[in-house]
């Protein structure tokens, strides 16, 4: 497992696959709490033609670092990862937190994104205020039961409990600061007023049945896209590992 030192934290990432002939390079960016093996199946298939690369963020599985607090500092991290490759452009995929860093990496380096594939993402956190007094008190509860409550609703009714449980210990062995930090950096991030910038054709993979980020934002979001494709599956918020074999084919799709 390689690593990447940037700015005192150790970026742990994977480079796979051919560099020449496979087409533009894919770039994976899991989303809070999780870690690169969210994307398994999909590396597995695209890593058998083009190059692929995937990281775990700061603070993030076998990455090191804390003290991020915007989702612009891991876009930072991101893009010093792909200088540090030399990738001048890829095709940007991003799950949750992950498209939001996507989005940010798109208007700040425009150059650099040809595509882009937004996975149970959004631009905009828009909440009730009842839902927002929630969110809110949910941050008083013991962290990880904080975790643990966030992580299963993320997933649609039926899916395996044992799985379920699986991945809330994986991210409860995220460190409380980055879990709380990323959480309150997520809840502000704003960019819905600047996704008219965002030329690269963009493919937006929502899962019906997700309460984390509703299907109704990511809509809002769509419209303002100049070049938005939108695709709705049968899941809650962690369609990678909810359906894999189907996004995969949606992003192959995508890419070509």
Request: aromatic share 6%; net charge positive; glycine share 10%.
């Amino acid at each position: 497992m390689p690593q990447l030192e940037v700015d005192g934290a150790p970026l742990a990432y994977d480079d796979e696959g051919p560099r020449d002939g496979g087409g533009t390079p894919l770039v994976f960016v899991h989303g809070w709490t999780a870690n690169r093996h969210r994307w398994d199946h999909q590396v597995a298939h695209f890593a058998a033609t083009r190059r692929v690369v995937r990281l775990d963020l700061r603070g993030h599985g076998e990455s090191g670092g804390a003290g991020v607090r915007t989702v612009a500092e891991l876009a930072k991290d991101l893009l010093a990862l792909l200088d540090h490759l030399g990738i001048e452009r890829c095709v940007l995929v991003g799950h949750s937190m992950g498209g939001m860093i996507s989005q940010t990496v798109a208007l700040s380096h425009p150059g650099r994104v040809e595509r882009m594939v937004l996975v149970n993402s959004i631009a905009r956190m828009t909440y009730s205020r009842g839902r927002g007094l929630l969110m809110a008190a949910s941050t008083l509860l013991p962290f990880k039961l904080f975790v643990a409550a966030n992580i299963q609703r993320a997933f649609a009714p039926g899916f395996p409990r044992e799985e379920i449980r699986r991945y809330v210990g994986s991210s409860a062995g995220t460190p409380r600061e980055v879990v709380m930090t990323l959480y309150g950096a997520m809840r502000a991030f704003d960019v819905l007023d600047r996704v008219g910038e965002i030329k690269a054709p963009t493919l937006m993979i929502h899962g019906y049945h997700d309460i984390q980020l509703p299907v109704r934002q990511m809509l809002r979001m769509a419209k303002a896209y100049p070049d938005a494709t939108v695709r709705i599956l049968d899941a809650g918020h962690e369609l990678p590992v909810e359906k894999p074999a189907e996004l995969t084919a949606a992003i192959a799709a995508f890419v070509g």
